[in-house]
């Protein structure tokens, strides 16, 4: 089956900062969604981007299909944005999600 | 409803009971997902439910797992004589006619002592 990256496994930021974290898939996808895991342990979509690039106030997505990887970008980070950022792909459009291990960002005050 | 919800919130159950677990969709979702988060890990798929079709359930560890979805809305998952390991947070999300828009409901904390 398809397998998912997430990179880095851990990020902290100083409040204000911009980050790039980063999703690599094994095999061609269907469809990429990016989630926000809140502290209390909500998930929200923030983007569907199978290809292209999509924005959303500071947070922006890029997805190569080409290139097997997709990238999130946040700007002007602020501690709400602190949680737990999941990429997930499916193959075949059923919408079952593979999820990756997520990366885990900190934004401090 | 306005959102995907899911009862009780938190479980606590022995080893060896069985245990049910309720999700509510969003009105008018027709697909509908369960899945599995144990801790400091990534999602794990387990059912997923398409109106009257039949459930994909290739993703259940065991036949000590299963679900049913009643009239197109609710779904129950049932965990019959649970192990430790069963442990984890159990989170369920629906969306329309299974396209990208998926809402997660807050989850149930299933701990198995």
């Known amino acids: 089956g398809i397998q998912v990256e997430q990179s880095p496994p851990d990020l902290i930021l100083q409040e204000g900062a911009n980050s790039t974290l980063r999703c690599n898939f094994s095999?061609?996808?269907?469809?990429l969604q990016w989630f926000h895991q809140n502290p209390w342990g909500q998930l929200i979509n923030l983007f569907y981007i199978p290809s292209g690039t999509k924005q959303n106030g500071r947070l922006s997505a890029t997805t190569v299909a080409t290139e097997r990887y997709s990238l999130l970008y946040i700007s002007s980070s602020q501690t709400t944005d602190s949680g737990v950022y999941f990429c997930?792909?499916?193959?075949?459009?059923?919408?079952?999600?593979?999820f990756g291990s997520g990366t885990r960002l900190l934004v401090r005050p | 409803g306005a959102g995907v919800s899911q009862s009780p919130s938190n479980k606590v159950t022995e080893k060896g009971k069985d245990v049910e677990l309720r999700c509510d969709p969003i009105s008018g979702h027709t697909a509908l997902y369960w899945y599995r988060q144990s801790l400091g890990q990534g999602l794990e798929f387990l059912i997923y439910?398409?109106?009257?079709?039949?459930?994909?359930k290739s993703g259940l560890p065991s036949d000590r797992f299963s679900a049913e979805r009643t009239g197109g809305s609710v779904s129950t998952l049932t965990i019959q004589r649970t192990q430790q390991e069963d442990s984890a947070v159990y989170l369920c999300a629906s969306s329309l006619t299974g396209g990208p828009g998926y809402t997660f409901g807050s989850g149930t904390r299933l701990t198995v002592v």
């Open positions: 095999d061609s996808v269907n469809n």
């Open positions: 439910f398409q109106g009257n079709s039949a459930p994909d």
């Open positions: 997930a792909v499916d193959d075949d459009s059923s919408y079952k999600l593979i």
